[in-house]
Each structure stands twice: as structure tokens, then as C-alpha cells.
């Protein structure tokens, strides 16, 4: 494991590693979106020095859950649906068009690698996605922003308007089972990889946190990109410390120049 202390090093050394690779998956968490404005869970002043996360239990079983997770949204929702791509999601874009990333598996649920230009189906969002509700009843989908409106004029608790069932934001909740599509298309992206990228993930969520465990058991390199330290930094190839959005793009700069 090489971890360096300037970061012209890091991003020197990053940038070998992607000049080298053909099939790069990156596993992204929400560090890489706290620079787009979107706090993480984490980090001080993150989503959880405020609230406990709702459990989906709860959520199916108690009603004052549900009403807390629209109250918690009206905070919430806007400031994701307001944020733009920043420039390390921009980054990870330029790799695609290069065809040399396969994937971008992502714990974020705030759409920002679609926004950015992806293409949909390389971007695997494993806890969903917050633009979207569905109701557990009759499973129609419809979009955030209709729901949203209905709570910003009164209603505690919108019930589906097909069904009266109960509408949940299309994000999955601590104690939800993850759909298999999703981990089980990660895990063959993983298995095809050739380099493994995390950016911005404390690496303690499972089953995600998995898929780079996976990648360093397969003896595949994995680079961790994160302002803090994670429990797999002892399996990690290269470990670059800071700021996403102001190590990657150098990165993916250099990369082009020493192919
Ligand atoms: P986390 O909050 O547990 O960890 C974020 C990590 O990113 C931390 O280790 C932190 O040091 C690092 N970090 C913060 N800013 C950074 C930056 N600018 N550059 C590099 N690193 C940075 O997040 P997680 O690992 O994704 O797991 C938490 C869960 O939170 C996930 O399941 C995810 O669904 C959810 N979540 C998503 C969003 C989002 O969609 N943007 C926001 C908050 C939480």
C-alpha cells in the first residue's frame, strides 16, 4: 500500500494507474458529493449530527415515521434537487468517454452521475435514487417533485393517488432490502474490473462497502480517493488523501498525457 503525503504524488501516481487501466469500475459515496453541496453522513456537520437515520421498519409500521421522513425531505430534497456536478463527477465522465470506465457504482441517491453525463446504464445506484417516489401498494412511480409540492401545501403523509397506498421516496432505508439487480450488475462489473476507484466513501456501509473488498481479494488495485480514513485502507493499492473534486480532475488531466 503506498499512501503519500504531497498531493502532486498522489495524483502523479493516481495518474499511472488510470493511464494503465482499460476497465476502471468506481465506487462512489456521498464525499464526492459534499463538494456540490450535499453534506454526508459522517463528516462533522453531516446528515447524521442532526438525525438519526429512519428505519424502514418504522417507516412501514409507524406513521409519525413517515411523516418525519416528508418533514426531514422539505430540508433535504431541495438542496439535492438544486446541487449541480462538481468537478469530480465531471472527472469520472472524461474516463468514460475515453472508454476506459465500465462503471460507476454509486451508494448516492442524489442523481449527480447521471447529471454529469454518464451514460444510464453504466451508473449502478445501489441505495436508489431521491428524484423519484413509489407506492407500496400498487408500485406506480411517479416523480419527487409532484409529491414534494403536496407537502409544501399541507399534507403530513401524501397517500398515492391511484391506490391511497403509501408513497416512499425510490431511495432505500436503513433495514430495506437492497434489490438484488442492482449488487448483483455491481458485482459483475467489479469481477470484469481492472482497477477499482472509491471516491468519498467511509467504506463501513454494507453490503456496498463489499464490492471494493471484493475487488482487492480478486487482486484487483483499488485506489481510495477520501478525506478520511476507512477500514480497507490496509488493502488499498494507492491511497490519495483529500478533496475529490481538487485531486481527481488533475488526475484524469495527467492520465491522457502519459498514455
Ligand atoms: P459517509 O458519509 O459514510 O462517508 C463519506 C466519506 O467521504 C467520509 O469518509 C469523508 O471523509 C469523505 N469525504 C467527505 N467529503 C469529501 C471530499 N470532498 N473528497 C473526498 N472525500 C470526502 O458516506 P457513504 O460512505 O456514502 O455512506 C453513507 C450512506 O449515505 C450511503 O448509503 C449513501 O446512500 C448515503 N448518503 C448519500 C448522499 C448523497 O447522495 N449525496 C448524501 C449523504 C448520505
Redesign the pocket.
Known amino acids: 500500500m503506498i499512501e503519500t503525503e504531497k498531493p502532486e504524488h498522489a495524483i502523479r501516481q493516481l495518474a499511472t494507474l488510470l493511464a494503465c487501466a482499460r476497465r476502471i469500475v468506481a465506487f462512489?459515496?456521498?464525499?464526492?458529493?459534499?463538494?456540490s453541496g450535499?453534506?454526508?453522513?459522517?463528516?462533522p456537520g453531516?446528515?447524521w449530527d442532526k438525525n438519526q437515520p429512519i428505519q424502514y421498519a418504522d417507516f412501514l409500521a409507524d406513521v409519525e415515521a413517515r411523516r418525519e421522513t416528508w418533514r426531514r425531505g422539505m430540508q433535504t430534497y431541495p438542496v439535492?434537487a438544486a446541487a449541480s456536478p462538481n468537478a469530480?463527477h465531471i472527472a469520472l465522465v472524461e474516463l468514460a468517454r475515453r472508454g476506459q470506465l465500465t462503471a460507476v457504482v454509486t451508494?448516492?441517491?442524489?442523481g449527480?452521475h447521471l447529471r454529469a453525463g454518464h451514460a444510464p446504464e453504466t451508473v449502478i445506484e445501489l441505495?436508489g435514487n431521491?428524484h423519484g417516489v413509489r407506492c407500496l401498494g400498487c408500485e406506480m412511480h411517479a416523480p419527487r417533485t409532484a409529491v414534494h409540492e403536496r407537502v409544501l401545501a399541507g399534507e403530513s403523509e401524501p397517500a398515492c393517488i391511484a391506490c391511497g397506498g403509501i408513497l416512499k421516496p425510490t431511495?432505500i432505508s436503513f433495514g430495506e432490502p437492497m434489490p438484488r439487480g442492482p449488487l448483483a450488475a455491481a458485482e459483475r462489473a467489479v469481477r470484469a474490473a481492472d482497477l477499482m476507484v472509491v471516491?468519498?466513501?467511509?467504506?463501513?456501509?454494507y453490503p456496498?462497502?463489499g464490492l471494493p473488498l471484493l475487488a482487492a481479494q480478486l487482486g484487483t488495485p483499488v485506489v481510495i480517493?477520501?478525506?478520511?480514513p476507512?477500514p480497507l485502507d490496509e488493502r488499498a493499492t494507492l491511497l490519495v488523501r483529500?478533496?475529490?473534486?481538487e485531486l481527481l480532475p488533475p488526475a484524469v488531466e495527467l492520465a491522457a498525457a502519459i498514455r
Open positions: 462512489t459515496g456521498a464525499g464526492i458529493s459534499t463538494e450535499i453534506p454526508d453522513f459522517r463528516s453531516g446528515v439535492v469530480a451508494q448516492n441517491i442524489d449527480l441505495h431521491a431511495t471516491v468519498g466513501s467511509s467504506l463501513v456501509v456496498a462497502a480517493v477520501n478525506q478520511t476507512t483529500g478533496k475529490a473534486a
